[in-house]
């Protein structure tokens, strides 16, 4: 499979139409990869973590990491292979918002009818360079925990996002003090349970508004009883509406030509 393909020490971008349901077997590059799908989540997987990008979002993969990637829902993928060139390299995967401009500059690249020299690939290059250096690693983090409980309670939240249950109802769902599984939330996810708990709902509110549900219905789906309170959530997290959110442009919508692998 040529998602699969190695890729040389060169910057390539790619994107590719992916079906429900896809899962590529684990595997590693020699660049930093970044992945991001506007429509879709992904699901990258190694051997300490999942980590999952919602739509807009970015899944950074450090060089000779070994992961693995999962698509739910059918989306359309595009991916980075950016050599450091000697410059640091992320300590360990993360997820970030996807900069607008270089959402632009990868569906551009990754057109099978754009034929970019090397030098303007290079000015290209060094621009998405500079948009990556200014994201925040942290800024929409949904990493899974690893404890065996706190994960059960985290798919379970990830399955049903309406989910009305507390911190102590899960505790005692699992088997676990509430506060041991409070800590383990945050020590191996970055987030207190209630943050992991909000974005997990607005990560599955960013896929219904994709394919077209109304947001008021939305905002029921993933547990919220107040539409504007759903609505200013949202906005904080994501910096706009769910309306502007479902209106805004989805560039790279045309087929593209794989020229490297996830």
Not at 49 to 59: F, G, K, L
Request: hydrophobic share 40%.
């Amino acid at each position: 499979m040529p998602w699969l393909a190695d890729v040389e020490h060169t910057f390539c971008v790619s994107s590719e139409q992916c079906g429900a349901n896809l899962l590529f077997a684990p595997h590693t590059h020699p660049t930093l990869q970044i992945m991001f799908s506007l429509e879709g989540v992904l699901t990258a997987s190694t051997t300490s973590s999942e980590w999952r990008a919602p739509p807009h979002s970015m899944v950074w993969i450090p060089p000779h990491r070994q992961h693995g990637l999962a698509v739910a829902r059918p989306c359309r993928v595009f991916c980075i292979h950016l050599p450091t060139d000697g410059q640091e390299e992320p300590d360990d995967c993360s997820v970030s918002p996807v900069p607008p401009l270089v959402i632009e500059l990868v569906a551009y690249l990754a057109r099978p009818d754009r034929s970019v020299d090397l030098a303007r690939q290079a000015c290209l290059k060094e621009v998405i360079r500079e948009e990556l250096r200014c994201v925040d690693p942290s800024a929409c983090r949904m990493q899974l925990p690893l404890d065996r409980r706190a994960a059960r309670v985290a798919r379970a939240i990830l399955a049903e996002p309406s989910n009305p249950r507390t911190l102590h109802e899960w505790a005692n769902e699992v088997g676990a003090c509430e506060r041991t599984l409070s800590r383990v939330f945050e020590r191996q996810t970055g987030l207190t349970f209630k943050k992991w708990q909000q974005r997990s709902r607005l990560l599955r509110a960013g896929e219904l508004l994709r394919q077209g549900t109304p947001v008021t219905e939305v905002a029921l789906m993933v547990g919220y009883e107040s539409v504007s309170a759903f609505i200013s959530i949202f906005r904080k997290e994501y910096g706009v509406t769910p309306g502007t959110f479902v209106t805004a442009p989805r560039r790279g919508s045309a087929e593209g030509r794989l020229v490297a692998s996830p």
